[in-house]
């Protein structure tokens, strides 16, 4: 393996993660809740479906706001990266019921394990994780030597 020094960006990387862990901490002061995405999701589709949306469910309606705007303040910054995907539409479906499936399995989802649980020291946010980047590695194996 090596590094693709000339793309390797340690700041913004660093920048990045200083952002993400002060948006967790952030929402956790402010709410008592953990900022994983899969359950920052779920909640206000639970109070849509109970056709209704109390004062709860505007935090997790402005995180997702906040993700949603975020790559375009970067923009301000500097370019978006190029994004490419190497396989087609129906591969795409599958790979996101089944991350969708795994999510509902693990309680929760990578950045809710990942960046909350990991820093909270949580077994079981150590487990999924290690679960996920297992599952993770063994598919772009089999996928990219294998078949």
């Not at 056709?51 to 923009?75: D, E, K």
């Not at 500097?78 to 087609?88: C, K, R």
């Not at 077994?123 to 772009?140: D, E």
């Amino acid at each position: 393996m090596t590094l693709d020094w000339n793309h390797f960006t340690p700041w913004t990387s660093l920048a990045g993660g200083l952002l993400i862990g002060l948006a967790t901490a952030l929402y956790l002061l402010g709410t008592g809740r953990i900022a994983g995405i899969a359950g920052i999701l779920a909640s206000p589709l639970r109070a849509l479906l109970a056709l209704g949306t109390t004062a709860p469910q505007r935090v997790p309606l402005l995180f997702i706001a906040g993700l949603l705007v975020a790559p375009h303040l970067w923009q301000v910054f500097a370019p978006m990266p190029l994004a490419t995907v190497d396989v087609g539409s129906t591969a795409l479906a599958v790979a996101g019921l089944l991350v969708g499936v795994g999510v509902r399995m693990a309680n929760g989802c990578t950045s809710g394990h990942g960046v909350c649980g990991l820093s909270r020291f949580s077994l079981r946010s150590l487990v999924n994780v290690l679960a996920f980047m297992g599952a993770g590695a063994l598919t772009v194996f089999v996928l990219r030597h294998a078949l």
